[in-house]
T-cell receptor, first 114, second 109 residues
Framework: DAGVIQSPRHEVTEMGQEVTLRCKPI?????LFWYRQTMMRGLELLIY????????DSGMPEDRFSAKMPNASFSTLKIQPSEPRDSAVYFC????????????FGPGTRLLVL | RKEVEQDPGPFNVPEGATVAFNCTYS??????FFWYRQDCRKEPKLLMS???SGNEDGRFTAQLNRASQYISLLIRDSKLSDSATYLC??????????FGAGTTVTVRA
């Protein structure tokens, strides 16, 4: 059974460009989470969805960040315009029940903004 | 003050040794507790949940002290494959998991 799938795995872009990260959760999971991990701040929850509906986006750093989940099998995290401080590893995770249960993480997208 | 704090280490131990480390959390209303493991350049994965009475999973033992608001993880008979970063995770409410920055363990031959 496939786990959480993320693409691209690596992204290098220049400041000011738009970046779109993609995630396919595990089939049947109704919760989807976007996290960002940096050395300085560790792993931070950005936003999460339940049944494709955004529930809490309080972790989204600013208006340059947006996330969508048009259907149960696909979500995007977009950064526009990107800045060097956005450089991080972005993880998508999904779970089959509330977040207190196990969250299955994707392999992450390593983003470098020059 | 951070919600979850961990000693970053690194803890460098020889194979077969016992290593233990703690994590403290700030919210006394925290409900659930976990340890996740993250290998270098990989995604975090659930290692084990932490129950109030303490629990073991093979060579791993987790303890919870609600009065002092800390969680511990002990690894016995450590293996080279135990080298990783261990993330302390706390659930404060219905949906949010708060991750510590991690404790790095390196097991040497």
């Amino acid at each position: 059974d496939a786990g959480v799938i993320q693409s691209p795995r690596h992204e290098v872009t220049e400041m000011g460009q738009e970046v779109t990260l993609r995630c396919k959760p595990i089939s049947g999971h109704d919760y989807l989470f976007w996290y960002r991990q940096t050395m300085m701040r560790g792993l931070e929850l950005l936003i999460y969805f339940n049944n494709n509906v955004p529930i809490d986006d309080s972790g989204m750093p600013e208006d340059r960040f947006s996330a969508k989940m048009p259907n149960a099998s696909f979500s995007t995290l977009k950064i526009q315009p990107s800045e060097p401080r956005d450089s991080a590893v972005y993880f998508c995770a999904s779970s089959s029940s509330g977040p207190v249960e196990t969250q299955y993480f994707g392999p992450g997208t390593r983003l470098l903004v020059l | 003050r951070k919600e979850v704090e961990q000693d970053p280490g690194p803890f460098n131990v020889p194979e077969g040794a016992t290593v233990a480390f703690n994590c403290t959390y700030s919210n006394s209303a925290s409900q659930s507790f976990f340890w996740y493991r993250q290998d270098c350049r990989k995604e975090p994965k659930l290692l084990m949940s932490v129950y109030s009475s303490g629990n073991e999973d093979g060579r791993f033992t987790a303890q919870l002290n609600r009065a002092s608001q800390y969680i511990s993880l002990l690894i016995r008979d450590s293996k080279l494959s135990d080298s990783a970063t261990y993330l302390c995770v706390v659930n404060f409410n219905d949906y949010k998991l708060s991750f510590g920055a991690g404790t790095t363990v390196t097991v040497r031959a």
